[in-house]
């Protein structure tokens, strides 16, 4: 479904040059979930940015079926990202002045698209977060913002969710819980998952496990 062809990114030139991300050529199964692991500055979180078109290569392609995203222009870059992919961060990018509720259903804002409520409900049952919709970011723990933001990802049912780092900013309960949920929603709705982490323990919970160290695939 997903895949990248010759992808490089170098930041700098000549001696100052910095190899991000070297020649990469990979594919990511269909319904699968696939941890990126690497020590810090290997070049995993790149990979993840340039995969949801967040960032452009040097050099390569990235495909989804046969559609060359990243030669897409900006204005369908972001169309087809709204559309297809969720996205989760470490930091949860929510917005402060908005509640719950309406963090979660920005994307269908920004779509002008209209809400199924029936899914709505689902997600926030699902999450458990359906007693929190009302409240701001600023009054939910970190694992709870990690819910709204992971409905939030999946309020468009994107067919692709790309991950970084979801765990990096919680405490192991609250890792082991948003991990065991990525996984059930996985499940129940068919997504393609996609997440970087440096924790080897987290990773050891996906489908695959892909190695990157000094911007190479192992």
């Given at each position: 479904?997903?895949?990248?062809?010759?992808?490089?990114?170098?930041?700098?030139?000549?001696?100052?040059?910095?190899?991000?991300?070297?020649?990469?050529?990979?594919?990511f199964s269909?319904?699968?979930?696939?941890?990126?692991?690497?020590?810090?500055?290997?070049?995993?979180?790149?990979?993840?940015?340039?995969?949801?078109?967040?960032?452009?290569?040097?050099?390569?392609?990235?495909?989804?079926?046969?559609?060359?995203?990243?030669?897409?222009?900006?204005?369908?870059?972001?169309?087809?990202?709204?559309?297809?992919?969720?996205?989760?961060?470490?930091?949860?990018?929510?917005?402060?002045?908005?509640?719950?509720?309406?963090?979660?259903?920005?994307?269908?804002?920004?779509?002008?698209?209209?809400?199924?409520?029936?899914?709505?409900?689902?997600?926030?049952?699902?999450?458990?977060?359906?007693?929190?919709?009302?409240?701001?970011?600023?009054?939910?723990?970190?694992?709870?913002?990690?819910?709204?933001?992971?409905?939030?990802?999946?309020?468009?049912?994107?067919?692709?969710?790309?991950?970084?780092?979801?765990?990096?900013?919680?405490?192991?309960?609250?890792?082991?819980?948003?991990?065991?949920?990525?996984?059930?929603l996985q499940?129940?709705?068919?997504?393609?998952?996609?997440?970087?982490?440096?924790?080897?323990?987290?990773?050891?919970?996906?489908?695959?496990?892909?190695?990157?160290?000094?911007?190479?695939?192992?």
């Amino acid at each position: 479904m997903i895949c990248t062809k010759n992808l490089i990114k170098t930041y700098g030139s000549g001696e100052n040059a910095v190899h991000a991300l070297r020649s990469c050529n990979i594919s990511f199964s269909e319904k699968q979930f696939t941890a990126i692991v690497g020590t810090s500055g290997s070049g995993k979180s790149t990979l993840l940015h340039l995969l949801g078109g967040l960032d452009t290569p040097t050099e390569g392609e990235v495909f989804y079926d046969d559609i060359s995203v990243l030669k897409l222009d900006d204005s369908k870059l972001s169309t087809f990202r709204r559309q297809n992919i969720g996205f989760v961060f470490q930091f949860f990018e929510l917005v402060p002045e908005l509640t719950a509720k309406e963090n979660i259903l920005l994307p269908l804002m920004l779509d002008n698209a209209k809400e199924d409520k029936a899914y709505f409900k689902q997600l926030a049952e699902t999450l458990g977060i359906s007693e929190r919709l009302s409240h701001y970011p600023s009054q939910l723990s970190g694992g709870q913002q990690q819910r709204v933001a992971i409905a939030r990802a999946l309020i468009n049912k994107p067919k692709v969710m790309l991950c970084d780092e979801p765990t990096g900013n919680l405490d192991e309960k609250s890792s082991r819980e948003v991990i065991g949920l990525l996984k059930d929603l996985q499940k129940k709705y068919g997504q393609t998952i996609i997440m970087v982490t440096h924790d080897s323990d987290i990773a050891s919970s996906a489908d695959k496990i892909i190695r990157i160290e000094d911007g190479e695939i192992q």
